[in-house]
Nanobody, 115 residues
Framework: QVQLVESGGGLVQPGGSLRLSCAAS????????MGWYRQAPGSQRELVAT???????NYADSVKGRFTISRDNAKNTLYLQMGSLKPEDTAVYYC?????????WGQGTQVTVSS
């Protein structure tokens, strides 16, 4: 019913920047929460940032001040602007959309921070 397609991942040097996008399509309710999560090999998936349709953001402490989440509600598109990237940011980044009772995930996009 809902599809999430991420783009923008890739290889970047420490201290660099990268912008991720997530395009949502399908039967999307106007009231929802979209977010970014990430998972490194051998680790649990963790929250990076979320943003409600009302514009309320929430960030993991590890990315505060470096990442910015935004969304275009008219286009049903979510963004994550990542700056001052560190090697520990390396992970597969997943787009998420939650609107009771549904919970959707994208396929993930690889972000690698390395020199």
């Amino acid at each position: 019913q809902v599809q999430l397609v991420e783009s923008g991942g890739g290889l970047v040097q420490p201290g660099g920047s990268l912008r991720l996008s997530c395009a949502a399509s399908g039967s999307i309710l106007s009231i929802n929460t979209m977010g970014w999560y990430r998972q490194a090999p051998g680790s649990q998936r963790e929250l990076v940032a979320t943003l409600t349709s009302g514009g309320i953001p929430n960030y993991a402490d590890s990315v505060k001040g470096r990442f910015t989440i935004s969304r275009d509600n008219a286009k049903n598109t979510l963004y994550l602007q990542m700056g001052s990237l560190k090697p520990e940011d390396t992970a597969v980044y997943y787009c998420n959309l939650r609107s009771f009772p549904f919970n959707y995930w994208g396929q993930g996009t690889q972000v690698t921070v390395s020199s």
